[in-house]
């Protein structure tokens, strides 16, 4: 396996990132075992798991568990493959979120992939439990910290996007790293504190999904979601005018999105979801371009987006 592009270290987890990770939420999505969909998404898999970027993005719930069992099969057919950070998530039928659940999720997911141990997993989107339920004996946290001490981890993270939840396991000291979502772009910047926070802490720090969802990648023309949900007439307004700052400083949209979250020191590494093996040489082009430094003087300059997203 060749050095991956531009690595460094994830806070102070001794992990390798690059700039950039994979995300895989909808590899596998629909596909059933041994048809020409499943093919064609080892296919994709295959091409990110010997990739540029040091290591690829899943969770257990992403496709319905598809999404690893895919990474799984392609890992297979790559000689040295890069590691895979995954996630723990709840009991997709009954919501569950405690110690023996963080367990069964892992084992789960270390079939799936055909791995015994982690480099870093997170707990995901804890929503159908409470801080305290996730902190108490035998809650979600515990199950996590049996996990790293029984060396069947390296690190533990946080991934979820509100970032009134995120704050709490943030500052509970017991994170090695966290993973916020759609609320460090340039229409909303609401995790800033929470990234100084774990910065300060020594942690690792991933910033997913720059492009908010579509608005961003595909431009205000096309009236694109931001955070899962529509664009406001006046978010689309904006986006129209910094669009029109790109144009005058020669870059595109998404360009400037994906170096927003690129150029910051609060930021290891940004993941970004990728559908096709066209998309990763693409992902490439825009992180060597070249954004202006004035640009960011000139974004400053319009004022804060109206950012759609309630925590």
Same mark, same amino acid.
């Given at each position: ?79 040295? $493959? ?28 270390? %079939? ?29 946290? %515990? ?73 961003? %990648? ?11 949900? $529509? ?73 804060? %987006? ?6």
């Amino acid at each position: 396996m060749t050095t991956p592009i531009d690595p460094r270290t994830l806070g102070a987890t001794g992990i390798e990132v690059s700039p950039l990770t994979l995300g895989t939420s909808g590899l596998g999505q629909g596909t059933e075992p041994g048809s020409a969909e499943e093919a064609a998404a080892v296919e994709l898999a295959t091409a990110m798991l010997s990739g540029p970027y040091a290591v690829v993005d899943t969770s257990n719930m992403y496709s319905e568990g598809r999404s690893e069992a895919v990474l799984g099969l392609a890992r297979r057919a790559v000689a040295d $493959p890069r590691p895979i950070v995954t996630k723990t998530d709840r009991d997709p039928a009954t919501g569950v979120f405690d110690r023996d659940r963080v367990w069964r999720s892992f084992e789960e997911s270390t %079939a799936r992939l055909g791995v015994d141990r982690i480099g870093l997993l997170h707990l995901h989107d804890p929503y159908t439990i409470t801080f305290e339920e996730a902190m108490a004996p035998g809650g979600a946290v %515990a199950g996590m910290l049996e996990l790293k001490e029984q060396g069947l981890v390296d690190a533990i993270g946080i991934a979820a996007g509100r970032v009134s939840v995120v704050s709490r396991y943030v500052a509970s000291g017991l994170f090695d790293a966290v993973l916020t979502h759609n609320r460090f772009t340039i229409v909303d910047q609401s995790a800033r504190a929470l990234l100084d926070d774990a910065r300060e802490r020594g942690m690792g720090t991933f910033n997913a999904a720059p492009f908010g969802g579509s608005l961003l %990648a595909r431009g205000s023309a096309s009236g694109g979601t931001y955070a899962y949900t $529509p664009s406001t007439p006046a978010l689309i307004a904006w986006v129209e005018r910094v669009e029109a700052l790109c144009a005058r400083h020669g870059i595109d949209l998404p360009t400037a999105a994906l170096h927003f979250s690129l150029r910051s020191p609060l930021i290891d590494s940004t993941v970004v979801g990728i559908s096709s093996t066209a998309r990763i040489a693409q992902l490439e082009e825009r992180r060597v371009a070249v954004v202006p430094e004035t640009f960011w003087s000139d974004l400053e300059n319009l004022g804060p %987006a109206p950012s759609t997203v309630v925590d």
